[in-house]
């Protein structure tokens, strides 16, 4: 069912967020209080407000006053203090909210105000690549919310014999090597970390950048 989402706060997640409901058909409405944020998503969003809601929360109020929002995502984190305020607010109106939180006192604080959902993206992660290490190499993907997932393959010809920084995957591809297996034993890559045909990676990033890595890394 098409939903009406409003989204507060345009970091990484705030971004993953948008781009998961663009792909799947959902209108957005984004509030950042940073421009050049607010800039790079206008192409997936129906509409945009450069808003510091900590600042003003009546103009909050009264957008959300005039629009028709299903949901609301709350994706400031570090903002505790917009955060509180956006959750109030948007509860006042009546409408579901979810939010992304720092630490669980603050999300348990956050469900006391009436929050719907508290998510912790950086804990929930780490521990599902904690699963994902764990099960040695009987798992090739795991899919995690809002269209990431992390993914285990052999090192190919593309990038055999090249390090880490040559490859440059964040900047390239917005896909991380989480962590490389070699002669079975896990090494945490940095820099010079040097790729050797058969190695096995963990890898991280939106399924839907995956493809062009696996295309270079499998030549």
């Known amino acids: 069912m098409k939903k009406s989402v409003l989204v507060i706060g345009i970091g990484r997640f705030g ?7 663009f792909e799947r058909g959902h209108d957005i409405f984004a509030v950042n209080k ?4 607010l800039n790079d998503v206008r192409h997936m969003v129906v ?7 900590a600042e003003d929360d009546e103009e909050l109020a009264r957008i959300v006053g005039e629009k028709n929002f299903d949901e609301a995502v709350i994706a400031m984190g570090e ?8 959750t109030h607010v948007l509860k006042d109106a009546g409408i579901f909210v979810s939010v ?3 630490s669980e006192r603050r999300g348990n604080a956050l469900l006391k105000m009436g929050a719907d959902r508290v998510v912790y993206p950086e804990r929930d992660m780490g ?6 290490i764990s099960n040695d190499s009987s798992i090739d993907m795991l899919e995690l919310p809002l269209g990431f997932v992390i993914e285990q393959m052999e090192v190919g010809p593309g990038f055999a014999g090249q390090t880490v920084e040559k490859i440059n995957s964040t900047n390239r591809f917005g896909v991380w090597i989480m962590l490389v297996y070699q002669n079975n034993v896990p090494v945490q890559p940095v820099k010079s970390t040097r790729l050797n ?3 096995i990676m963990v890898v991280f990033g939106q399924k839907t950048k995956m493809k062009r890595f696996e295309q270079e890394n499998f030549g």
């Open 47 to 53: 509409s945009g407000v450069i808003l510091d809601v």
């Open 100 to 102: 992304k939180a720092s």
């Open 34 to 37: 940073d421009e050049e944020a």
């Open 127 to 132: 521990q599902r690549l904690a699963q994902l």
């Open 197 to 199: 045909k058969g190695d």
């Open 15 to 21: 971004r993953a967020v948008i781009e998961g409901l």
């Open 79 to 86: 903002d505790f203090e917009g955060t509180v305020i956006a």
